[in-house]
């Protein structure tokens, strides 16, 4: 394992590319804006029990593709894989 290089499946956006990105997601909030949409930010991370409730727990996402821990009291925490679930309970 190379721990030179980001892992598989992400990559590091650089100064160089920073304002691209910018670029992009200004015109996206502007977008959505324009048709009453606004920005929400959910944790990184959610209780177990929602994602699996939100994903369905025989679904590839669920079986395939979490990465489910326990923190320091003992509770489930799962990293989630996608925003629907954290949106909803934010609802």
């Known amino acids: 394992m190379l721990l030179t290089k980001a892992p598989k499946g992400t990559r590091d956006v650089l100064p160089k590319d920073v304002h691209k990105w910018q670029y992009i997601e200004q015109k996206v909030r502007e977008v959505c804006s324009y048709f009453g949409f606004s920005e ?41 894989p996608e925003g629907t679930a954290p949106a909803a309970r934010a609802f």
């Open 40 to 80: 929400i930010r959910t944790p990184t991370f959610e209780h177990t029990e929602l994602v699996q409730r939100g994903v369905g727990e025989t679904t590839d996402i669920f079986q395939k593709e979490m990465y489910t821990f326990l923190d320091k009291a003992g509770r489930s925490i799962t990293l989630k």
